[in-house]
């Protein structure tokens, strides 16, 4: 079993979002069985999944024995003030997946990673990106040109709203599904090469 964990010390930037779309594409493009913790009171992502639109599980308590699953996705909730447990979640990851948005505040408040978890583990994430926007191209180019991206899609929202991700077999035909679904499919490559090495 693999941890993976999705953190970011910010609020609002498309960790609960990106963790759903992740798992589902682990599941339904990998065939991997995967357990989502919801490790945030807001409980957004374990509320979503009761009403029984994803592929994969999700758990609103740190399990007591090891999961039996490929993978064990952790949503985080967002700060820089990590409690020793959640210290030690993001210690023994595979993965740590950081989205950020495309500010050079956010950038740097998102170096606090490197205190968790070592670079080789890290996967940065421009998360909401808006190539049309001009600071965030020009941060892009010249702070974040390493940064995977997860575009500003209103595909990765509205799938949610509808309790499913963009891997949900009833999207397939739906706008941006493709462009997101690439998105996401690269991110979950890099994932998966990380967590294999
Ligand atoms: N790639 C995206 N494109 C467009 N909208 C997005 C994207 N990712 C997230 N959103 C929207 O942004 C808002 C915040 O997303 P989300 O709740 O996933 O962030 P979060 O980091 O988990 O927030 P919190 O820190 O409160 O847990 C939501 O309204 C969501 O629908
Ligand atoms: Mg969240």
Same mark, same amino acid.
């Given at each position: 079993?693999?941890?993976?964990?999705?953190?970011? =010390?910010?609020?609002?930037?498309?960790?609960?979002?990106?963790? #759903?779309?992740? #798992?589902?594409?682990?599941?339904?493009?990998?065939?991997?069985?995967?357990? #989502?913790?919801?490790?945030?009171?807001?409980?957004?992502?374990? !509320?979503?999944?009761?009403?029984?639109?994803?592929?994969?599980?999700?758990?609103?308590?740190? =399990?007591?024995?090891? =999961?039996?699953?490929?993978?064990?996705?952790?949503?985080?909730?967002?700060?820089?003030?990590?409690?020793?447990?959640?210290?030690?979640?993001?210690?023994?990851?595979?993965?740590?997946?950081?989205?950020?948005?495309?500010?050079?505040?956010?950038?740097?408040?998102?170096?606090?990673? !490197?205190?968790?978890?070592?670079?080789?583990?890290?996967? $940065?994430?421009?998360?909401?990106?808006?190539?049309?926007?001009?600071?965030?191209?020009?941060?892009?180019?010249?702070?974040?040109?390493?940064?995977?991206?997860?575009?500003?899609?209103?595909?990765?929202?509205?799938?949610? $709203?509808?309790?499913?991700?963009?891997?949900?077999?009833?999207?397939?035909?739906? !706008?941006?599904?493709?462009?997101?679904?690439?998105?996401?499919?690269?991110?979950?490559?890099?994932?998966?090469?990380?967590?294999?090495?």
């Amino acid at each position: 079993m693999q941890v993976i964990s999705v953190w970011s =010390p910010k609020g609002g930037v498309g960790k609960t979002t990106l963790t #759903a779309h992740l #798992a589902d594409c682990l599941t339904v493009q990998h065939g991997k069985k995967v357990i #989502a913790y919801d490790a945030d009171p807001q409980l957004a992502l374990f !509320n979503t999944y009761k009403r029984g639109g994803f592929a994969f599980d999700v758990t609103d308590s740190y =399990p007591s024995e090891r =999961p039996n699953c490929d993978f064990f996705i952790v949503d985080f909730r967002p700060t820089a003030n990590l409690s020793s447990h959640e210290k030690t979640i993001i210690q023994n990851s595979s993965v740590v997946v950081v989205p950020v948005r495309a500010s050079r505040l956010d950038l740097d408040s998102a170096k606090a990673v !490197n205190n968790l978890a070592p670079e080789k583990r890290v996967i $940065n994430v421009l998360s909401c990106f808006d190539k049309r926007v001009s600071d965030q191209k020009e941060v892009r180019t010249h702070l974040a040109p390493e940064h995977e991206l997860i575009s500003y899609l209103a595909i990765y929202a509205r799938t949610m $709203n509808d309790y499913k991700t963009i891997f949900t077999r009833d999207t397939d035909n739906l !706008n941006g599904t493709t462009r997101a679904r690439n998105e996401v499919k690269t991110l979950v490559t890099k994932i998966l090469e990380k967590s294999n090495g």
